[in-house]
Structure formats: C-alpha cells, structure tokens
C-alpha cells in the first residue's frame, strides 16, 4: 500500500552473501534501496555489484569505515534530496518477514497525520534462536527502538535532525530515540511486523538447565558498547527514565555472561574498562 514512498536505508561493512537475499527480499516491500558501503573492499563491491545493477538501488562506497551513524545519514540525505516520506534503517543481516514495512507505515502514518513525532519498529526474532513476543498487544510503547528494521518519518528528521555521527556505533539509535522522546515523541513496536536478525556472533548456551544467549561482541565493540553508553548516561542523567534502567540491566546481564561464558574474556574486559574511562571523559 505504501511502497512508493518508503526508501530502505542498508549499511554494509564486508558483507556475507546472504545480503543478497535480504535486499531483494527488502525490494518487494519498499520502492527504492539506497545500500552505503563501508570501508569497501574489491570483494564486497563484487558481491555487492550483483544488486547494483538494479534499477532500484542506489549504491554509496566509502573508502573508510565512517560508523553507522554517518553512514545511515548519508542514505538519510539522499532519501530527503529525493523526496521520500519514511526511511526503513536495516542492517546488511536483517531479513524482513512479508508484510512488515506495510505494518510499520500503517502505525506511524496514523502518528503523523496527527502531527506527532514518532518512531516505529518491528518485533526481532534472532536467526540463532525464537523470540516471537508473547505480548499480544499489537502496538506497544517502549522505551528504545534499535537502528534495524526502524521506520522514520521524515516529519522526525525535520524536527530532532540526523544521528550522531561522534558515537560511530552502538548505542546511536539509543540516542537518536531519547531525542525523539524528549521532544515529546513515541517509540512503538508494532508485534504484527517481525525481523529477522542476527545479533552478534551469537551462541546458545545452557547452565543449571537454563538455556540463555550470548553476544560474544569483540573487543572492539565492546570498548564502543561501554563508551557510548557512559556518554548517554552522562547526557540525558541516569536513574530518571526508562531508557536508564532497561540500558543499565542489560549491561550489567551482559558483563556477567562475558565474564562467565565467553572467550577472550581479558581483552574484551579491557575494552570494556578503556571504554568507561573513554566516556567519562569524553567531551
């Protein structure tokens, strides 16, 4: 129903084949894809060069890794220039269940013709493991949206501006939904749109008998996960909000289970540690 005038916004950074699927999967849902490459390679472009021939694909190569941030605005200002209305934000390893950019549009285009700031996202169901949501209430407000499979609208971008292009990545799209909310926005799930995606190098493990999931991020991630979430903390004030809590849980289950389960504990800690020094200071 509203195909025209959705542009999908792919980042890719030495993508696998199976980005191939999920772009042509992504076209039967959207009219136009714009893919910006980072830090391309000749055997990424080659991959790549398979869905660039399409008349509905706009390619951007960079020749560094600029982060997600300045990538996703780069296809941001494109989509804008060409004057597109709402911008579906996908990671090169997400694949979209039929029907959910026509979900997506449908909860936020209500939303905006009321005049609202609002951001809407689907329901995640990892590769590595089932987590269809047992809530049955088909839109439900929360308190951050995640960068993939993120619907904005245009109005959004008129109104809060692009991402942080500082923060590189990780905890980017935390920020960029903290300003939608404080400007007095929404972030909705809509449970009747689902992505597929793939968090991480993600293992399954099991412990007392209790089956449980692990990142397994590198270290270099890991210094991004910890810096960017202090700098967020130390912009917007901790222990007010929801984003605070629902942030502040996940890091403390998540440094247990690296401490517990995962390899290469000692650099990825170290990451960690330079991470929380780096934000602190960070001016």
């Known amino acids: 129903m509203f195909k025209s005038r959705v542009l999908g916004v792919i980042v ?28 391309s390679t000749e055997q ?58 026509n979900e997506l549009v449908l909860a936020a285009a209500s939303k905006v013709n009321a005049g609202e700031l609002v951001l ?44 942080d292009e500082r923060l590189f990545i990780d905890h980017v799209d935390h920020d960029f939904a903290i300003r939608v909310l404080r400007k007095g926005g929404l972030c909705l799930k809509v449970n ?29 991630r890991r210094y991004f996960m910890m810096r960017n979430r202090v700098i967020l903390y130390r912009r917007y004030g901790m222990f007010r909000e929801n984003w605070f809590w629902l942030d502040l849980r996940s890091a403390i289950k998540d440094l247990v289970k690296l401490v517990f389960f995962e390899s290469e504990k000692l650099p990825k800690l170290i990451g960690v540690a330079r991470g929380l020094i780096h934000g602190i200071f960070w001016s």
């Open 192 to 220: 009747s749109a689902t992505l597929m995606h793939k968090f991480g190098d993600a293992e399954i493990r099991k412990f007392f008998g209790k089956t449980f999931f692990i990142q397994n991020y590198s270290p270099t």
């Open 12 to 39: 890719t950074y030495h993508p696998e084949a199976s980005v191939l699927l999920n772009v042509n999967t992504l076209l039967e849902q959207v009219s136009y894809v714009i893919i910006v490459d980072n830090e």
């Open 120 to 163: 809407v996202g689907p329901q995640h169901e990892d590769f590595n493991r089932k987590l269809l949501a047992k809530n049955k209430i088909p839109i439900e407000s929360v308190a951050l949206l995640i960068t993939s499979g993120c619907l904005i609208p245009k109005s959004v971008l008129d109104e809060v501006g692009f991402y």
């Open 44 to 101: 990424s472009l080659n991959l790549l060069s398979r869905i660039i021939r399409s008349d509905r694909v706009f390619f951007i190569s960079n020749k560094d890794n600029l982060g997600v941030g300045e990538a996703f605005n780069q296809g941001l200002r494109w989509g804008i220039q060409n004057e597109y209305e709402y911008f579906l934000l996908m990671d090169q390893d997400s694949y979209p269940m039929p029907g959910m950019v």
